[in-house]
T-cell receptor, first 115, second 114 residues
Framework: GAGVSQSPRYKVAKRGQDVALRCDPI?????LFWYQQALGQGPEFLTY????????KSGLPSDRFFAERPEGSVSTLKIQRTQQEDSAVYLC?????????????FGPGTRLTVL | AQSVAQPEDQVNVAEGNPLTVKCTYS??????LFWYVQYPNRGLQFLLK??????LVKGSYGFEAEFNKSQTSFHLKKPSALVSDSALYFC????????????FGSGTRLSIRP
């Protein structure tokens, strides 16, 4: 496809369940980013991959959050033992490379609701 | 620390009038600044960026932004607003410490009335 895709678009989980969110970046894009957007807020950085290497995970809020990109393309964000405060839209973005002047292209997001 | 501030939660403009969405920034070194727009149930869309060069940057959908170093501002502008411009707008700055993350403002909801 032409853009970044994410699945599922909507996810409802009971507190304590594990969830996995998928991101398909634009083909050929080296860099991949995950952001968390709470209701009424701007996106906040979670983690960054360059190819399969996770170079920055400083934004992950707790050790319940884990991300991987094993083959340098598709990425999965996993949240274990979900809590209500995890409810948010999770955005994935990709860019051609890590150059500072490269814009990031965002997917439509996955809206996670934890009951 | 790198940061951006969007002082207005909401901006209301009549169709056909000029619009301005304000953004100020705080960075160490040269700023890499961006504007993104978010429509309901859709991802963020890139509008424009300032890296270096001309202070007036032109972007998508007729938008432009003016970089003002002395005022540390990067306001988004459009000469004539359309109802379809109604959306959530985010100013952002590249975090040069990590060369990866983008730091977003809190967003400004732009509402264009017919």
């Amino acid at each position: 496809g032409a853009g970044v895709s994410q699945s599922p678009r909507y996810k409802v989980a009971k507190r304590g369940q594990d969830v996995a969110l998928r991101c398909d970046p634009i083909s050929g894009h080296v860099s991949l980013f995950w952001y968390q957007q709470a209701l009424g807020q701007g996106p906040e950085f979670l983690t960054y991959f360059q190819n399969e290497a996770q170079l920055d995970k400083s934004g992950l809020p707790s050790d319940r959050f884990f991300a991987e990109r094993p083959e340098g393309s598709v990425s999965t964000l996993k949240i274990q033992r979900t809590q209500q405060e995890d409810s948010a839209v999770y955005l994935c973005a990709s860019s051609l490379d890590a150059g500072a002047n490269n814009e990031q292209f965002f997917g439509p997001g996955t809206r996670l609701t934890v009951l | 620390a790198q940061s951006v501030a969007q002082p207005e939660d909401q901006v209301n403009v009549a169709e056909g009038n000029p619009l301005t969405v304000k953004c100020t920034y705080s960075v160490s070194g040269n700023p890499y600044l961006f504007w993104y727009v978010q429509y309901p149930n859709r991802g963020l869309q890139f509008l424009l960026k300032y890296i270096t060069g001309d202070n007036l940057v032109k972007g998508s959908y007729g938008f432009e932004a003016e970089f003002n170093k002395s005022q540390t501002s990067f306001h988004l502008k459009k000469p004539s607003a359309l109802v379809s411009d109604s959306a959530l707008y985010f100013c952002a700055v590249r975090d040069m410490r990590s060369a990866s993350k983008i730091i977003f403002g809190s967003g400004t909801r732009l509402s264009i009335r017919p």
